[in-house]
């Protein structure tokens, strides 16, 4: 179990955010090298790919760290269970709903499928914690 540093609320709370933009930088990194690849860039592809890696391994993992964010297996799989669980029960519903309500119907529906998806990462994780309990 990672010992967090001692922080205050809000740094933690900062920490929190700057992890946020940390892994979307990540995600989107990993994106742009694929495309970047499929265009024949492949050193541009490299150069995104080892950027995205020092995003996740060094300033995400830092600062998970510095708030305890990993913990043992089993916490970290209630962590999970937590996530998907607001994403199935709160942030795709709502998210569909103001979607179709915009008349954005392509991005409700998509929304819809991501939901249905994490409904199976939530069962996965369920059991999972079940098998090591
Ligand atoms: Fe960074
Ligand atoms: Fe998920």
Same mark, same amino acid.
């Given at each position: 179990?990672?010992?967090?540093?001692?922080?205050?609320?809000?740094?933690?709370?900062?920490?929190?955010?700057?992890?946020?933009?940390?892994?979307?930088?990540?995600?989107?990194?990993?994106?742009? &090298? #694929?495309? @970047? !690849?499929?265009? *024949?860039?492949?050193?541009? =592809? $490299?150069?995104?790919?080892?950027?995205? %890696?020092? +995003? /996740?391994?060094?300033?995400?993992?830092?600062?998970?760290?510095?708030?305890?964010?990993?913990?043992?297996?089993?916490?970290?799989?209630?962590?999970?269970?937590?996530?998907?669980?607001?994403?199935?029960?709160?942030?795709?519903?709502?998210? &569909? #709903?103001? @979607? !179709?309500?915009? *008349?954005?119907?392509?991005? =409700? $529906?998509?929304?819809?499928?991501?939901? %249905?998806? +994490? /409904?199976?990462?939530?069962?996965?994780?369920?059991?999972?914690?079940?098998?090591?309990?």
């Amino acid at each position: 179990m990672a010992t967090p540093a001692q922080i205050t609320a809000a740094t933690r709370e900062d920490l929190l955010n700057a992890m946020r933009g940390e892994a979307f930088a990540y995600a989107s990194y990993m994106l742009f &090298a #694929e495309t @970047a !690849r499929r265009n *024949g860039k492949s050193e541009v =592809a $490299d150069l995104f790919e080892a950027t995205a %890696r020092t +995003e /996740l391994l060094e300033h995400f993992a830092e600062q998970a760290a510095l708030t305890g964010l990993v913990g043992g297996d089993a916490d970290n799989l209630r962590h999970a269970i937590e996530g998907e669980s607001h994403e199935i029960d709160v942030l795709y519903p709502s998210y &569909a #709903e103001h @979607a !179709r309500a915009a *008349g954005d119907a392509a991005a =409700a $529906d998509r929304l819809d499928e991501i939901r %249905r998806d +994490e /409904l199976d990462h939530l069962e996965a994780f369920r059991e999972a914690l079940e098998s090591i309990a």
